[in-house]
C-alpha cells in the first residue's frame, strides 16, 4: 500500500537561493496540497492542486509557487529563500474536494542557512 | 478566514485517565473537522474526522463531538496509554469554494506517564 511519498527527506540551502520540492499522492487520488509547518506550530496551508488547477492558495508570498503534472505528482517552488522559510514542508494527498480526507506525506526538512 | 483555536497547549494524564482536547472555529461554513496526531519528526497521522451531519463519532477509545451552534469540536481519549503521547492537531475547512484548505490548531502536547 503506497502512501503519498516526498523527496529530498532533507534539504540544506543558504539564504537567496531557490528549492524544489517534490511529491507523489496515493494512488487514484487527484489532488494534492502543501503545508508548511514550522517548529512548534500546526501546518499552515500553501496551495492545493486539482486536476492540475490551482484551487486554493495560502497566505504566503510570490516567491512560493507549486504545479501539478498529468500523473498528479507535484512539485513546490520556492525562490530567494529566506531564514524564516526553513520548516517541515508537507504534502497532503486527497481524492477530490473539500470535505475529503487529507493523508500526509513524510515532509521534506528545509534549513535555510 | 477561518480561525482555529485549540486548548489545552498541553496536558499531562496518568495512564489509564481519559484526554480531552478542545477545538473553536470561526467559519460557519466549515463543514469537515479531523485530528491528527503527530509523533516526534513524522507525519501528521488522521486519527479520527467528524462531518457537520454528525454529532459524535467513536473509534475503539478515540471519540470526538461536534456542536455546530457553538462552533466547537472536541477529541475525547478514554484509557490512555504511554504510547497516546503525542501532539495533537484538530483542523476545519475552509467553506465556500476554498478547495483543500485545512486550518489547524496550534497543537496539543499530551503526556501520559506510566
Known amino acids: 500500500d503506497a502512501g503519498v511519498t516526498q523527496s529530498p527527506t532533507h534539504l540544506i540551502k543558504t539564504r537567496g537561493q531557490h528549492v524544489t520540492l517534490r511529491c507523489s499522492p496515493i494512488s487514484g487520488h487527484k489532488s494534492v496540497s502543501w503545508y508548511q509547518q514550522v517548529l512548534g506550530q500546526g501546518p499552515q496551508f500553501i496551495f492545493q492542486y486539482y486536476e492540475k488547477e490551482e484551487r486554493g492558495r495560502g497566505n504566503f508570498p510570490d516567491r512560493f509557487s507549486a504545479r501539478q503534472f498529468p500523473n498528479y505528482s507535484s512539485e513546490l517552488n520556492v525562490n530567494a529563500l529566506l531564514l524564516g522559510d526553513s520548516a517541515l514542508y508537507l504534502c497532503?494527498?486527497?481524492?477530490?474536494?473539500?470535505?475529503?480526507?487529507?493523508?500526509f506525506g513524510p515532509g521534506t526538512r528545509l534549513t535555510v542557512l | 478566514g477561518e480561525n482555529v483555536e485549540q486548548h489545552p497547549s498541553t496536558l499531562s494524564v496518568q495512564e489509564g485517565d481519559s484526554a480531552v482536547i478542545k477545538c473553536t472555529y470561526s467559519?460557519?461554513?466549515?463543514?469537515?473537522f479531523p485530528w491528527y496526531k503527530q509523533e516526534l519528526g513524522k507525519r501528521p497521522q488522521l486519527i479520527i474526522d467528524?462531518?457537520?451531519?454528525?454529532g459524535e463519532k467513536k473509534d475503539q477509545r478515540i471519540a470526538v463531538t461536534l456542536n455546530k451552534t457553538a462552533k466547537h469540536f472536541s477529541l475525547h481519549i478514554t484509557e490512555t496509554q504511554p504510547e497516546d503521547s503525542a501532539v495533537y492537531f484538530c483542523?476545519?475547512?475552509?467553506?465556500?469554494?476554498?478547495?483543500?484548505?485545512?486550518?489547524f490548531g496550534q497543537g496539543t502536547i499530551l503526556t501520559v506517564h506510566p
Open positions: 467559519d460557519s461554513a466549515s463543514n469537515y
Open positions: 483542523a476545519a475547512n475552509a467553506g465556500g469554494t476554498s478547495y483543500g484548505k485545512l486550518t
Open positions: 467528524i462531518r457537520s451531519n454528525v
Open positions: 497532503a494527498s486527497s481524492l477530490e474536494s473539500a470535505a475529503d480526507t487529507q493523508y
